[in-house]
């Protein structure tokens, strides 16, 4: 059977390695390259870029990362942020990229959802949702970082983006992220339940259980997580063998 | 000895090619690797790779684009026998046909038709991603010494349906028994992505750089 996924993330800034705490106090966490070979070698089953570099200035160097990174790795690799038009998605995908995370401008125009999987193929299309609770059971969609409200209830966005052609929802709890407190897993299950097509859990993580739950009782796909692994708190290997002695089936390497 | 990997506008070839190259490294032999659009490399190619995303008919349109490269590629792995091997949409274009969106004719060398993936369990997600487990059904050189329980990384919403059992030589589970490896004689051709396999994925790629059918 299919094995649920552990994909470290690497929020990218001006080509460096950072992970804040609900985006402030970001700290360095080293070179983007480098810490994907360890991840390789450690059995991450993929890897996810998150381009967090504020101007679009910075591209390049986004691109020259993502392509020294796919030289190194022989896992998938997903990249997001900034990703506006079709030739954002085809400039990542020429310099590696297996995957291409779509947020804002999904939200800003889901038919573009549509034009991106009708281009590259669903299988190449994954969208990025940032949803905050905004009362018991409802959650809205948030952009830019989360300082944005949008108004869009996010289990029905889920539903729509997959109809259009998502291949993949990318969900991260804003209340939760950098909060070490675990997944949002109502947000989670109410998505996961919601959508045909795969989804990874993501914002929360502190702790491996909080990785068990987000599969067991959240329905997630896969499980995303940056500093639990950065820091050297606890290892992919040891994440895997939790979540096998949990019962949720893991690709031990 | 030449690898050529066939360039047809699906999808980015790097990282296939790196594989390639990497796998060679490993097995110590000095192949080299090209990424080629153009028919005549096939001629003086040692083996042959074509690799493939997207849609069924997108690739077999893209490839058939390409002047002479239809009847190149049958010289090649039909006539001359060289090693060929198929990935992922390239494994689905070895078919007979395709069925999406209607019927379209695939090179015809399988004798089979790319379906829908239908899990008789319904909550279970399309595509079909991830990491799953390959269960050899038929011993192959290009399948050798993949260690117990094999994991490799697939990404996909259709399937080879074989008419002929024989030909498939991996499968592996997902509410349905999935044909996850196709071949006969000189072809051989995975519905997964073993340049995304990690160690697995390059000891295959290992196995079939160094197949003498």
């Known amino acids: 059977m299919l094995k649920a996924r552990i994909i470290p993330c690497l929020d990218v800034k001006d080509g460096r390695v950072v992970k804040g705490i609900n985006f402030v106090g970001l700290r360095d966490a080293g070179d983007p390259v480098e810490q994907a070979r360890i991840y390789d070698q450690a059995g991450a089953d993929e890897l996810c870029f998150l381009d967090i570099t504020a101007s679009s200035d910075n591209r390049g160097i986004l691109l020259d990362v993502v392509r020294a990174t796919a030289q190194e790795c022989f896992m998938p690799l997903t990249v997001g942020g900034g990703v506006r038009t079709l030739e954002d998605i085809r400039a990542l995908l020429l310099a590696g990229a297996d995957k291409v995370s779509i947020n804002t401008a999904a939200v800003k125009d889901p038919n573009f959802v549509a034009e991106a999987a009708r281009k590259f193929g669903r299988q190449c299309i994954v969208v990025a949702i940032d949803a905050k609770q905004v009362s018991e059971g409802r959650w809205e969609i948030f952009t830019h970082g989360g300082r944005e409200p949008t108004g869009i209830d996010a289990i029905d966005f889920a539903r729509q983006v997959t109809e259009l052609g998502a291949g993949e929802i990318l969900l991260t709890s804003m209340d939760r992220d950098g909060s070490k407190a675990g997944f949002d897993i109502a947000l989670t299950r109410a998505v996961a339940d919601a959508v045909s097509v795969p989804v990874i859990a993501s914002g929360g993580v502190g702790t491996l259980d909080h990785l068990v739950e987000g599969i067991r009782d959240g329905h997630a796909d896969a499980v995303l997580a940056a500093s639990i692994f950065h820091f050297g708190e606890f290892t992919i290997e040891e994440a895997k063998t939790h979540m096998a002695s949990a019962n949720i089936r893991v690709r031990l390497f | ?213």
């Open chain 2, 1 to 213: 000895m030449t690898t050529v990997i066939i360039d047809y506008g699906s999808g980015n070839l790097r990282s296939a090619a790196k594989a390639f190259e990497r796998a060679a490294l490993n097995a110590g032999l000095s192949e080299e690797i090209i990424v080629s659009a153009d028919p005549r490399a096939l001629s003086r190619a040692s083996r042959i790779v074509l690799p493939g995303v997207g849609a069924f008919q997108d690739c077999m349109t893209g490839l058939t684009a390409i002047a002479g490269m239809r009847e190149a590629l049958d010289e090649a792995v039909l006539r001359q026998a060289k090693p060929f091997f198929g990935i992922c949409v390239g494994m689905q274009l070895m078919a007979r046909e395709g069925i999406e969106f209607g019927h379209h004719p695939g090179l015809g060398w399988i004798d089979g038709a790319v379906v829908h993936l239908e899990p008789s369990d319904k909550t279970l997600k399309i595509p079909h991603m991830g990491w799953n487990e390959l269960v050899i059904e038929k011993a192959h050189p290009v399948l050798e010494d993949l260690g117990a329980a094999p994991h490799v990384y697939f990404v996909h919403s259709y399937h080879m349906a074989c008419a002929d059992k024989a030909h498939v030589l991996a499968s592996t589970d997902y509410g349905q028994k999935v044909t996850a490896v196709v071949g006969r004689d000189n072809l051989i051709g995975t519905q997964f992505h073993p340049e995304k396999s990690q160690r697995i994925g390059l000891k295959l790629i290992e196995n079939f750089l160094r197949w003498r059918p």
